[in-house]
């Protein structure tokens, strides 16, 4: 089983939410905070059922996310 940590760079999202779509754990949500640009950028809103399987990564036109895994003893 892996645990996952996605990082998002606030100000380079564009709110444009294909990461939350994407996500197929549901652990990503639009932040109320907003960037510099003033959008609502996207945040880790459940960390603890990350996967780390990278859709959000894959899926962003922005390049604003990085994924990481590790593993976690069973």
Same mark, same amino acid.
């Given at each position: 089983?892996? /645990?996952?940590?996605?990082?998002?760079?606030?100000?380079? %999202?564009?709110? %444009?939410? +294909? %990461?939350? @779509?994407?996500? =197929?754990?549901?652990? +990503?949500? !639009? *932040?109320? /905070?907003?960037?510099? *640009?003033?959008?609502?950028? @996207?945040?880790?809103?459940? =960390?603890? /059922? #990350?996967?780390? #399987?990278? !859709?959000?990564?894959?899926?962003?036109?922005?390049? @604003?996310?990085?994924?990481?895994?590790?593993?976690?003893? @069973?």
């Amino acid at each position: 089983m892996a /645990k996952g940590v996605v990082v998002i760079d606030e100000d380079r %999202c564009k709110g %444009c939410g +294909l %990461c939350i @779509a994407a996500c =197929p754990q549901h652990v +990503l949500d !639009f *932040s109320e /905070k907003i960037n510099k *640009s003033g959008y609502n950028y @996207a945040y880790m809103k459940y =960390p603890e /059922k #990350c996967v780390g #399987c990278a !859709f959000c990564a894959m899926t962003c036109p922005d390049v @604003a996310i990085e994924v990481y895994r590790e593993k976690v003893a @069973a």
